[in-house]
T-cell receptor, first 116, second 111 residues
Framework: DTEVTQTPKHLVMGMTNKKSLKCEQH?????MYWYKQKAKKPPELMFV???????INESVPSRFSPECPNSSLLNLHLHALQPEDSALYLC???????????????FGPGTRLLVL | GEDVEQSLFLSVREGDSSVINCTYT??????LYWYKQEPGAGLQLLTY?????DMKQDQRLTVLLNKKDKHLSLRIADTQTGDSAIYFC???????????FGAGTRLAVHP
């Protein structure tokens, strides 16, 4: 089973709202990732968690706040977003995320976010 | 850092072979990947190739890797309408698992 699930599938929010995106995997992976994909562009890495600890933050604005409550779950908390943050947010997982050890990443279906 | 380039669009007739090309700059990636993205969907891992191989075949898919020229290709045999999608090649950058994607090649399959 190589399934990564994400909820919600679609989300519309205003610039003053607070919302959260959720991601779950049951492959026993210990690394989880958030990517952002703008329309007609490739995905770009935002955050990496390895063993529930944030290991990479690609200079993402603080209005995006990731959280990894356990090894199967990854959240992305959103607050005071801008219209330019509208995008497809993809979650992925891999075995350990250990630095220097390349691992295959498996992606979820994404959450399509629209900020009004 | 890694830079990955792909042609943006390919149109083929149903039943023909499709060849999607990719070039990359960083040779440190142990594996190189092909992902498929259908409209409105996430990324599906199609196949990958270990960097010390020059060819990998998986049913209708053939991946060719030319390390000297830093060129990767994906051949889809007997292309079907269900193969219409965007195909991304990807490698990793640096010492951690940061996937760097090409711009994506939109494959259109027509009857």
């Amino acid at each position: 089973d190589t399934e990564v699930t994400q909820t919600p599938k679609h989300l519309v929010m205003g610039m003053t709202n607070k919302k959260s995106l959720k991601c779950e995997q049951h492959m026993g992976h210990r690394a989880m990732y958030w990517y952002k994909q703008k329309a007609k562009k490739p995905p770009e890495l935002m955050f990496v968690y390895s063993y529930e600890k944030l290991s990479i933050n690609e200079s993402v604005p603080s209005r995006f706040s990731p959280e990894c409550p356990n090894s199967s779950l990854l959240n992305l908390h959103l607050h005071a977003l801008q219209p330019e943050d509208s995008a497809l947010y993809l979650c992925a997982s891999s075995q350990t995320g250990t630095s220097g050890n390349q691992e295959t990443q498996y992606f979820g279906p994404g959450t399509r976010l629209l900020v009004l | 850092g890694e830079d990955v380039e792909q042609s943006l669009f390919l149109s083929v007739r149903e039943g023909d072979s499709s060849v999607i090309n990719c070039t990359y700059t960083d040779s440190s990636s142990t594996y190189l990947y092909w992902y498929k993205q259908e409209p409105g969907a996430g990324l599906q891992l199609l196949t990958y190739i270990f960097s010390n191989m020059d060819m990998k075949q998986d049913q209708r898919l053939t991946v060719l890797l030319n390390k000297k020229d830093k060129h990767l290709s994906l051949r889809i045999a007997d292309t079907q309408t269900g193969d219409s999608a965007i195909y991304f090649c990807a490698g990793v950058s640096g010492g951690y698992n940061k996937l760097i994607f090409g711009a994506g090649t939109r494959l259109a399959v027509h009857p």
